[in-house]
Nanobody, 118 residues
Framework: QVQLVESGGGLVQAGGSLRLSCAAS????????MGWYRQAPEKQRELVAT???????TYADSVKGRFTISRDNAKNAVYLQMNSLKPEDTAVYYC????????????WGQGTQVTVSS
């Protein structure tokens, strides 16, 4: 089992920055792809960014150039640096990770609220 705990959400004005963190713990051999998703009210959950263990990244078009995903494999952690935030970035942000125990499963954090005021 893998437990994911997010932190770093909050309220920020448009144009501001926030940094989300997600720490993984539990019994697993290794973590695979880790990522961030978000869900705004009355909308479906959507991919924000992912990162492989080797550091390969992907981003949603809406956040390219503004958000940066990174990870620290030694700490089993993934981060999301969010700059130039917009009101439309307001959502609950969820951490996601592939955990090998040794069988692969997908795990989710509980979510952290990000609110961007105009």
């Amino acid at each position: 089992q893998v437990q994911l705990v997010e932190s770093g959400g909050g309220l920020v004005q448009a144009g501001g920055s926030l940094r989300l963190s997600c720490a993984a713990s539990g019994s697993f051999f290794r973590l695979g792809v880790m990522g961030w998703y978000r869900q705004a009210p009355e909308k479906q959950r959507e991919l924000v960014a992912t990162i492989t263990g080797g550091g390969r990244t992907t981003y949603a078009d809406s956040v390219k150039g503004r958000f940066t995903i990174s990870r620290d494999n030694a700490k089993n952690a993934v981060y999301l640096q969010m700059n130039s935030l917009k009101p439309e970035d307001t959502a609950v942000y969820y951490c996601n990770a592939e955990g090998f125990t040794p069988y692969k499963s997908v795990y989710w954090g509980q979510g952290t609220q990000v609110t961007v005021s105009s």
